[in-house]
């Protein structure tokens, strides 16, 4: 049972969020966890100016998808940033290029879910989800979120990410905030979560 996680990330939050996304569902008996970016559209001295140069050379070795890693998977999780309460537009791209999947229906049935994190606590994080959702259904897949069994998105004692919709991380206004270990543990329970049930569904 193959589970690729899937995602975008310019200072590294959203690749943390990843790893513990892979993680968790590594932890699932039988499950083959891939984890994967998309493709870079800024050039590199846009990426420099932005700061992010260093973050960046942090998850170069991750492997780029391509059309048959969402094919050849059984469950497909997602991440990106937040870009105006939409996803990123290299996800966006990216997801874009997926038409000849959708012609032949080669998503239809498998598991799909989405994390993210914005800059602000109301930043779009559902709206980002949500939307990111729409493509999903498109293709015929099954959405699984992070359902409120995972009690951690229910925290009130310090500021966090996390609803039914998915795992998603603050990362603050400059990008200084790291994904804090509540977050990182709701990505690993979706993770697990997203596994299990993609197990379900394929019958193993």
């Known amino acids: 049972m193959k589970v690729n996680v899937i995602f975008h990330s310019i200072y590294g ?16 008996e039988g499950a083959q966890v891939k984890l994967l970016q998309v493709r870079e559209t800024l050039a590199d001295e846009i990426i420099a100016k932005m ?34 309460g939409n996803m990123s537009a290299e996800m966006r791209a990216f997801l874009d290029s ?6 032949k229906g080669a998503l239809i049935g498998k598991a799909g879910s989405v994390f ?14 949500l939307s ?12 699984v979120g992070l359902p409120y069994s995972e009690a951690r998105q229910m925290t009130m004692s310090e500021i966090s990410g996390g609803s039914p919709y998915g795992a998603t991380t603050i990362a603050g206004p400059s990008g200084e905030r790291q994904p804090s270990e509540n977050e990182l543990a709701m990505a690993r329970f979706q993770g697990a979560h ?4 993609a197990k379900k569904l394929a019958g193993k």
């Open 51 to 84: 700061n992010a140069t260093e973050a960046k050379k942090k998850f170069a070795h991750i492997p780029v998808a391509a059309l048959d890693d969402l094919s050849s998977a059984d469950a497909l999780i997602f991440g990106t940033p937040t870009r105006f």
């Open 194 to 197: 997203v596994a299990n049930i």
């Open 116 to 129: 993210a994190s914005t800059a602000t606590q109301h930043g779009g994080q559902e709206s980002t989800i």
């Open 13 to 28: 939050h959203i690749f943390k969020m990843a790893e513990a996304v892979a993680e968790g569902a590594s932890g699932v």
């Open 132 to 143: 990111f959702h729409t493509t999903l259904l498109h293709h015929g897949m099954v959405i």
């Open 98 to 103: 997926t038409g000849p999947l959708w012609m």
